[in-house]
């Protein structure tokens, strides 16, 4: 009876320092969505923290017009959409030759990759800009997607080509019997076994490409090729100062990514077995 008691106490301690923790985690997202929704006048009378008096949708409508966001949108899709497909598509034939393909001075290519992965994009902004002046694809969205694709695919090449490396080798042989080249192994054996993992993968790099705000910002100058995070910038300036209007951009920037989220939150959870190869 004692023991029965001790565990439902720190069953219920458990669950109150979640609930709590939850609570953290929505309060940005209901402050925004508190402030966006409120005027000018019941902000400044009652605070960022105050319940809105009244709805008041002008703000939203607001930031979307001076924003084109239907166009930032559109460009983020695009954007996200292509560079976890290439992404994962990079990763996969890396990983496919590291993990089962078994090249020489794979510990060092891995090696490489997890150094390019801590590398700070700040420190190779410069580099990517003279590059793509060089080759013409400044102010356009392939610049971006080459860049985030072949970035992400070094987290993804070492994700998968662990995830291989421990591969059932009976079923390679099995499929090398009965005639199959390695193209054949690969799309007809490997990815329908490997199909949950790609979909995690691709689902971190579409989320963490719409997240992306500096390489964006350098890289689209252009108002029809930015993205939705760039266009969040648009509610702070020298001489602009309208809380309502940032809580408007925060929650449309926010919205998009908790829709995404909440859609794909099954492949999401896959994740914390992704090195599970059945």
Do not use: C
């Amino acid at each position: 009876m004692h023991d029965y008691r001790r565990h439902g106490t720190g069953r219920w301690f458990v669950l109150a320092l979640l609930s709590f923790l939850l609570l953290l985690v929505l309060f940005p997202f209901f402050l925004a969505l508190s402030n966006s929704v409120k005027s000018s006048v019941d902000y400044a009378m009652n605070g960022p923290l105050s319940l809105p008096t009244a709805l008041d949708f002008s703000a939203l409508v607001k930031f979307w017009n001076l924003a084109d966001f239907s166009r930032k949108l559109l460009n983020s899709a695009i954007i996200s959409l292509a560079v976890a497909v290439v992404g994962v598509t990079i990763s996969l034939l890396n990983a496919y030759a590291i993990g089962i393909g078994k090249v020489r001075g794979s510990r060092v290519i891995l090696v490489v990759l997890l150094l390019g992965i801590m590398v700070p994009q700040e420190s190779i902004i410069y580099p990517l800009y003279y590059m793509a002046k060089a080759t013409g694809l400044y102010d356009t969205q392939l610049a971006v997607i080459i860049i985030f694709a072949v970035i992400q695919s070094a987290f993804g090449t070492y994700l998968l080509s662990s995830v291989l490396s421990s591969f059932p080798r009976e079923i390679i042989e099995a499929a090398e019997m009965d005639g199959a080249n390695r193209w054949q192994i690969l799309w007809q054996v490997v990815v329908p076994v490997l199909r949950p993992s790609l979909m995690v993968v691709g689902t971190f790099f579409f989320i963490w490409t719409w997240n992306e705000f500096l390489i964006p910002l350098v890289m689209l100058v252009s108002n029809n090729n930015q993205t939705v995070s760039v266009a969040m910038g648009l509610t702070r300036g020298q001489n602009m100062s309208d809380p309502t209007l940032q809580a408007a951009a925060s929650l449309l920037g926010m919205a998009p990514t908790l829709i995404f989220f909440l859609i794909f939150q099954r492949t999401l959870t896959r994740g914390v077995v992704v090195g599970a190869v059945k």
